[in-house]
């Protein structure tokens, strides 16, 4: 079975700071990961990875992926109280199947 | 508008009753996905469909059942077999190998709580 382990599940955080989350995962037929951004209704995309060591970026976030080391990370810089959030990492394998690990809640305060 | 709609939002159902939820996509999409997330947890297969008239199990099937009768639509029936049903149900959808449009696109959600 296909696993996405996430963390840490919370943390807290200052206005201003940096954070980093991180995505383990073992999947079979590694086709993609994926990070969405949920707050109190369906996710929202954020970025979809499949090449290892090719930074995306989008505004103050950004994501890489270690094919390698069979994981990713997600970086929010300058954090304002709307990056509070739970985010989520996916991976899809084998019949485009995707599964989502339990997700990291950030909580930023001012 | 291009999407996925969902109905109903909220829906009540008494134990031992089945209920229906329907998912629509207008995105021409070829896969449709079911998940369910329980408060403070992440999201959970429940069945995904690459095609029409063909669906899979994810990794909590039982107590569930889907049909994929048309590309558009992918309801998910909840039966009277599935312990816990109160949850919030997501359905996606997405057209894998279209490269920088492959993510996935959810659905509003209903929330089922059983009384």
């Known amino acids: 079975e296909d696993k996405v382990v996430q963390s840490p599940l919370s943390l807290v955080v200052h206005e201003g700071d940096t954070v980093t989350l991180n995505c383990s995962y073992e999947v079979t037929n590694f086709r993609s990961l994926l990070w969405y951004k949920q707050e109190k209704k369906a996710p929202t995309f954020l970025f979809m990875l499949?090449?290892?060591?090719i930074e995306k970026k989008s505004g103050r976030l950004s994501s890489i992926l270690d094919k390698k080391e069979l994981f990713s990370i997600l970086n929010i810089t300058a954090t304002q109280t709307g990056d509070s959030a739970v985010y989520l990492c996916a991976v899809e394998g084998n019949d485009y199947k995707l599964s989502f690990g339990a997700g990291t809640t950030v909580t930023v305060r001012a | 508008d291009g999407g996925i709609t969902q109905s109903p939002k909220y829906l009540f159902r008494k134990e031992g009753q089945n209920v229906t939820l329907s998912c629509e996509q207008n995105l021409n999409h070829d896969a449709m996905y079911w998940y369910r997330q329980d408060p403070g947890q992440g999201l959970r297969l429940i069945y995904y469909?690459?095609?029409?008239?063909?669906?899979q199990k994810g990794d909590i099937a039982e107590g569930y059942s889907v049909s994929r009768e048309k590309k558009e639509s992918f309801p998910l029936t909840v039966t009277s077999a599935q312990k816990n049903p109160t949850a919030f149900y997501l359905c996606?959808?997405?057209?894998?190998?279209?490269?920088?449009?492959?993510?996935?696109?959810f659905g509003p959600g209903t929330r089922l709580t059983v009384l």
């Open positions: 469909s690459q095609i029409v008239n063909d669906f």
């Open positions: 499949t090449s290892s060591g």
């Open positions: 996606a959808s997405r057209s894998p190998g279209q490269g920088r449009r492959d993510e996935q696109f």
